[in-house]
């Protein structure tokens, strides 16, 4: 048996040193060792409390929480690995010294399957930012966003559960901190009720904090969703408004008339609120103490801001888009009237005859100055209005109108040159009388 073994021995040698090679040289061409990068892989911060014992804490800058890791091997083992299977630590007790700032953590890699030799981290360790601990309470506000409830609901109050948040984290965080928003949605809501708001910290520049910060505070309430109440109030559209005025006119004028622009507004308000306003005639009066027209000869125009309005009914509020009032007080001397002249009554003179005239009002104010007996049986049938469109071609033009009146009346309107002619102003389109519209005139020259 012996014999059979040695005979031809370094034949026997050679032939299993060349299946060697062969198998190595078959496996590195069908199976061959390779190189694989995994970019982005997260890097878990380990044995926090070793750090949290001496009320002190730590951050790690964006770039440096994730990383890249190479795995070498077989490729037939490597292209089975996928990124979940890799974990990045860095364990705060192996701080390599805490003697510099920031200090640097070593960090390891691991994969099922591949051997510690096999797998190599983008960098051997991490700087980490050590900072004392701080902590800060902060009221919340509620954010809605572009959210809003049903057309018919504006959303009166909000609330949160709690009112206030205790915030702890690296002294440098805390101190950037500017206000805390519970961010909620209200679409579509038709009924008061709690939904969830998720909290968000805006810093001193008015940013919010980005998720790599907000990962080192921490909320008192072990969470950042909380609950929000949204109180919602109907919505009452067609509401007038009406305003008083204060002071007096210059001796001599007399206040005749108050309008506003615009003249009806939306409010919003609770089921009581809006009771009580349809009580009083669904009015909003603009307050006195608002439409000061001391010494006034003359109409004036005062622009309000809507949100000086309603300031003493919590709640009501006011919800139309239109940010500002405009009140309109007539100021006319005593002894005198303003009339509404139908424009339809305005004959016109020198008419080009393949023209016609249009208005972009029905009626245009005359205001007339008699005693009170021949004010009271006035009528605008009386007077006689004109305009002369003399060498006019089609175009807008603003015209006087010429006013005759009967004895014992007298024209004013606050334009001094105006009044002395007889005068008052229109607007008039010259269209070609092909170019039919809504509201023509064509008098007879």
Sequence with gaps: MKEKILNNLPLKIASVIIAIIIWYAVTDISDPIITRTFADIPV????????????????????????????????????????????????????????????????????????????????????????DVDSARFPISVDVGDTSPAKEYEIGSRTTDPETISISGPESLISKI????????????????????TLVVIDKNLDEMTETQMNFLNFETGSREIDVTIELWRKQTGVQLEAEYSGTPEHGYQVTDITTTPEEITVAGSEEALSELAANGNVVTIPAELINIDGQSKDTDITVNIDELLTDEPELKITSSAETVTVHVSILPNGSKEFQLDVDQIQTKNLASNLSVLYDQTQIPVRIKASDENLEKFDTSMLIATIDLSGKAAGDFEVPVQIQLPDNYELVNGDDEATEKNEVTVTVHLREKTDTSARTSDNAN
């Design 44 to 131: 878990q911060i380990t044995n926090e409390s070793y750090i949290a014992e001496g009320r002190k804490t730590y951050q790690v800058s964006a770039q440096y929480q994730t990383m890249a890791v190479s795995i070498r091997g077989n490729r037939s083992v490597v292209n089975k690995v996928q990124a979940e299977d890799i974990t990045v630590t860095a364990d705060l007790t192996q701080i390599v010294t805490m003697e510099t700032d920031p200090v640097y953590v070593p960090v390891t890699a691991a994969c099922t399957g591949i051997s510690s030799e096999n797998i190599h981290t983008q960098t051997a360790t991490i700087p980490i930012e050590i900072e």
């Design 178 to 197: 500017s206000s805390v928003v519970a961010k909620v949605d209200v679409s579509g809501m038709s009924e008061s009720g709690t939904v969830k708001g």
